[in-house]
């Protein structure tokens, strides 16, 4: 596959983005990678995802793909010589589904009202529903890696890269919010899997540094609460 039939608009401390990048890596596909900028929406992107206007777009070929969860399958379908990303049985298919929704829809919204909360009683709550969801995001660990490495098994798959890609974020709003949440104490499994994500070749060069989200964090905050 050549380098240019593989493309990616994004941003680099988006963890949607991230997941297209962690899924291309793990199945060894090289990519160029089209950087859009914080502002104004480049005409590109209003041009390719015109419904959502948001980064990740994947461009193969001819393709145009939008939504991370659905590149990331697109990936997984197409690029099949490479180590499956899905579970290849349907019941733990539609788990790892299911959780990669919950951490979308429920859980991943609290971190971004975390990083953004005024008020200690506004912050503490959110911070809550943080916790409540690393809990139950234990025990899926715990069904779905059926005492294996990650979520996927013995190698990282759909769920990982789901839950995964928000690791940074939320080493960055427990440094903002001066508290653990992720926790050994209350998550030893979760502790252990973060550890060995991203420490994995598929992750390490892409996830940015903590510093990073640090300062997206204030350039979000000043947008959404001037």
Not at 121 to 136: F, N, P, Q, R, Y
Not at 158 to 168: H, N, Q, T, V, W
Not at 194 to 204: G, I, L, P, Y
Request: charged share 25%; aromatic share 12%.
């Amino acid at each position: 596959m050549e380098k240019s039939d593989v493309k990616i608009l994004g941003m680099r401390p988006s963890p949607f983005v991230n997941r297209v990048q962690y899924a291309l890596n793990l199945k060894s596909i090289d990519y160029e990678f089209l950087e859009e900028k914080f502002g104004p929406k480049s005409e590109l992107l209003l041009q390719s995802n015109p419904i959502h206007k948001k980064v990740p777009v994947f461009f193969h070929a001819d393709n145009t793909i939008c939504e991370s969860l659905i590149i990331v399958q697109y990936i997984d379908e197409v690029w099949t010589s490479g180590p499956s990303i899905l579970p290849s049985d349907p019941y733990d298919r539609a788990i790892a589904r299911f959780w990669a929704a919950y951490v979308d829809d429920k859980w991943y919204p609290s971190i971004k009202e975390i990083r953004i909360a005024e008020g200690e009683e506004e912050k503490s709550t959110h911070i809550g529903k943080v916790v409540e969801g690393l809990a139950l995001l234990e025990g899926a660990f715990i069904e779905c890696s059926k005492g294996k490495s990650f979520f996927g098994g013995d190698s990282i798959g759909y769920l990982d890269i789901a839950f995964g890609s928000c690791l940074g974020w939320l080493k960055a709003v427990e440094k903002i919010a001066n508290v653990k949440l992720l926790d050994e104490a209350k998550t030893p499994c979760l502790v252990g899997w973060a550890e060995r994500f991203c420490s994995h070749d598929a992750v390490k060069d892409v996830m940015p540094k903590t510093e990073t989200f640090l300062e997206v964090a204030k350039i979000l905050k000043a947008k959404y609460r001037p």
